[in-house]
C-alpha cells in the first residue's frame, strides 16, 4: 500500500480515482434531480389517504364543523370562528362572538355550536345574525371536541378523558363513556350517521368507536401530528392539525397505492464529503513524502493501519449517528411529549442500525481499555 500514498506516480492514480468518483457523484445527482424515477407503494388500511388539504386561515386550529356547504374553523389562540371556502380554505366571512377560547364545533343543520374552554359552555349561535342564542353547562373541566348526531350534542372532554352526550336544551347528561376507550385524550370527535370518530391528540390516532358503549370498531393513523377536531361529510373524514394549522380531507378505511418521485438522498452531501476527504488527504500526502523502498514488513504495516483508520472513522461516525438519534428521542419525549415512530422504513435499515450500534459500543470499550492498558504499561 506504500505505492498508494507516496510519490508523483500515485499522486497520478488518486486523482484519477478522485476524478471518477466525482463523475460517479455528479451522475447520480443528475439522475437523481433530472430522472423520472418513481416509487409507489400500497398505503397500510391504517392510513386515510388525504384527498384534499391545505393552510388554516386561522393559526392552531381547535374546531371544526360543516354546514354541508361550507367549512366553520375556529382558532382557541386568536379566539376566531371563520367560515371558509371548503376546497380552498379561503376566509368567507368571520363571527363576531364573546367567546375567547372557541374549541369543538358542530352544525345541526341550523345553528352553530361551539365551546367554550374557558367559561366551558357550550353556545348555540345563529350565523345570520350572528348572535349567540341559547346555552348549557359543560360537564366535564376540559370541553374540545363537538358533534350533532341528530338529537344530542355529543362532547369529548380532554381532562376528564371521557364522551359525553348532552341534551341540546337543558345540557343534562344522556350517557358517557370513559376514555381511555381507547385513546387517553380525546380532542376532537364527528358523527358519520351510525358511529362516532374520535380524535385524540395524545396518541395521534383518530379512532372510529361504536356510539353506546365507545368500543373500539376500527383505528387510523391521523392525518396530523396533533390532531384537533373532525368533521364529517358524505363519507369523508375533514381532521384539523393543531401544530401545523393544516386541514385535511381524508377517505377512512379506503386503500391506496401512493406513488412518489424519488428525491435525492438527505445524506448524499455527507457521503461525498466523507469519500472525498480521505482521496484528498491522499494526495497531500503523496506531494509531501517521497517514495520509499516497498517490502513486505513496510506493507503489512500500511495495511494494519489502513484498517485501523476504516475501523476508526467506522466508530466515529456510528458515535455521530448515534448521538443524534438519541438526542432526537430525548427531545421528543421530554419536550413533544411523543415517540415517533419510521414504521414505513424498511427492515433492513433498522437491523443495520442495531448492528452500527452494537459495532460502536464493543469498539469504544475495547478501544478505551487497550488506552488504559498503554498507559499503565507506561507508568511501569
Known sequence: MRWFFHGWGAFRRRSLILLVVILIYIGVYLAFEYGDFETSREMSHLVMPVTTQYTSPVSKPTGLAIDGASLWVSSANEGAVLMIESSTGMPLRSLDLDIDDPWGMTWDGEYLWVTDFDTRYIYRIDTETNEIVSRVKVPGISPTGLAWDGKNLVLCDFDAHAVFYLDPVSGAVVRQFSMPSPGYNPSGVAWDGEN???????????????????????????????????????????????????????????????????????????????????????????????????????????????????????AIMGSIYTGYELFRIIYNVVYVNKIVFRGQSPLWIFEFEMLLCLYTMVYWVIFTLYKVVQYWRKRS
Not at 390532531?227 to 377512512?252: F, H, R, V
Open 196 to 314: 362516532i370518530w374520535v380524535a385524540d391528540i395524545s396518541a395521534s390516532y383518530v379512532f372510529k368507536l361504536n356510539p353506546l358503549n365507545g368500543s373500539v370498531i376500527s383505528y387510523y393513523y391521523s392525518s396530523g401530528y396533533y390532531p384537533s377536531d373532525l368533521a364529517w361529510d358524505n363519507g369523508s373524514l375533514w381532521s384539523l392539525d393543531y401544530s401545523t394549522s393544516m386541514i385535511y380531507k381524508t377517505e377512512p378505511g379506503e386503500r391506496a397505492v401512493e406513488i412518489t418521485k424519488r428525491e435525492l438522498p438527505s445524506w448524499f452531501g455527507l457521503a461525498f464529503i466523507l469519500t472525498v476527504t480521505p482521496i484528498l488527504m491522499s494526495l497531500m500526502t503523496a506531494l509531501k513524502e517521497p517514495p520509499h523502498k516497498v517490502d513486505a514488513t513496510i506493507e503489512k504495516d500500511d495495511r494494519f493501519k489502513t484498517l485501523s483508520a476504516v475501523l476508526h472513522l467506522t
